[in-house]
């Protein structure tokens, strides 16, 4: 169990920083488009680059229009933040000292319903714009089956808990 919760520990810690770098990133973005800061445009403004700070070295590009810009630029940046936010939290619930517990199951559950749910709303708003694309098909897929294996394990942590409140119960 020690390993499980190393692993665990270190993959929060990986999941802690690239939810910051997501939300960072979305933040620059943000105010970069909204003020023109550390903002470069391409081709007569149909494309723009966001800078790093202070520089003129880009680190994202994207179509200049306000449908992608939010659909599919910064909404699904964000979203990816919250889903490593997420997923950090479904990594914690292995290295706390109770592994059974109703924080961990509440972690499980909105990992779980975070992926079902959010992809296929994402997929749908774009497709009201753009035709739907096999990448937005599979990245539904893709999170439906993570989102079945964090069910899966909430169901287990349920079943637990109740047997470890049983053993509670009993001694």
Known sequence: MNNVKLVSRFLFFITRFLAGFY??????????????WSLKFKENGKYFQVCFPFTKTAILNGDYNIPYIFLE??????LYGLFFLL??????????????TNTGITHLKRFYLGNF???????????FIDEPEIDGVMIIVL???????????AAIFKQGLV???????FI
């Open 117 to 127: 749910i959010i992809p296929t709303v994402m997929v749908l708003l774009v497709s």
């Open 87 to 100: 997923l950090g939290n479904v990594f914690k619930v292995f290295f706390q000292p109770r592994l059974f």
């Open 23 to 36: 939300f960072l990133m979305f933040t620059h973005s943000g105010i970069a488009l909204l003020t023109g």
């Open 73 to 78: 630029f910064l909404i699904p940046m964000a």
């Open 143 to 153: 999170h439906a089956i993570i989102g079945v294996f964090a069910y899966f394990l």
């Open 163 to 169: 047997l470890q409140n049983e053993k509670d119960l």
